[in-house]
């Protein structure tokens, strides 16, 4: 090989290798720090339990001993930051059973569904048959950009859900409510503290 594309190839590996390692220290993971969380069920026919790890862990078991005919999900997302209005990041209200196509149309939460219907034997089909569900340890991937769009440095966010079940005379009866609020802390990938 000649000494000219010699050092072109050094150079080209070079600035390969700079461009790498600039993106490596630029990239950050989120974590989420939970605050409180607390939820309410509709034992004996509808019994939820739910625990939280680090490194932004849920699992949960929920017992369905009555099926459910018309379940409907609501959502509510609300950052807030010190001196700041409150932000509503996602409000929606709908049928379980449409709730995969809408999902599905928003980017951001497709992976943390997919994730988690790989990590659980949930369903969002209608009616909700008599069973027990069950959601293992499933981590939110740090890199996953619904964590760094929550994320505000002085910030807290909510989460406000429920699952109702819509009665034949159109009232909303809930099943289960739940409430979370944390922070979500920014740091480098790969530390696991
Ligand atoms: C859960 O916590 C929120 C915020 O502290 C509170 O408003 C709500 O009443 C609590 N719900 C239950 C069921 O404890
Ligand atoms: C919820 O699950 C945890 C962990 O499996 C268990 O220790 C706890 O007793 C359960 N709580 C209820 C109310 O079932
Ligand atoms: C969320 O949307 C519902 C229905 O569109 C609306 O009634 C409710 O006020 C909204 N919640 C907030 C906090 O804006
Ligand atoms: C879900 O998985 C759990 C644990 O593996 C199992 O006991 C339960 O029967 C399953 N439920 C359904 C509806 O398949």
Known sequence: MNVLSDSILSITIWIVLAIHLEIECKEKCYYIDLLYSNWTDDRPRFIVNMTFSSQNGIASVTTINDPVISPVASLLIV???????????YNMTTKLCAIKGIIDAVPLFKPVKENMLRQSNYTFSCPLNKGVYVMNNMRINPKNPLLSLLYQAKGIFTVTGALLEELPNSEM??????????KILKKGCGRLD
């Open 79 to 89: 950052q807030q930051s010190p001196n700041e209005k409150k932000r509503i990041v």
């Open 173 to 182: 009866h809930p099943l289960s409510t739940y409430n979370f609020a944390g």
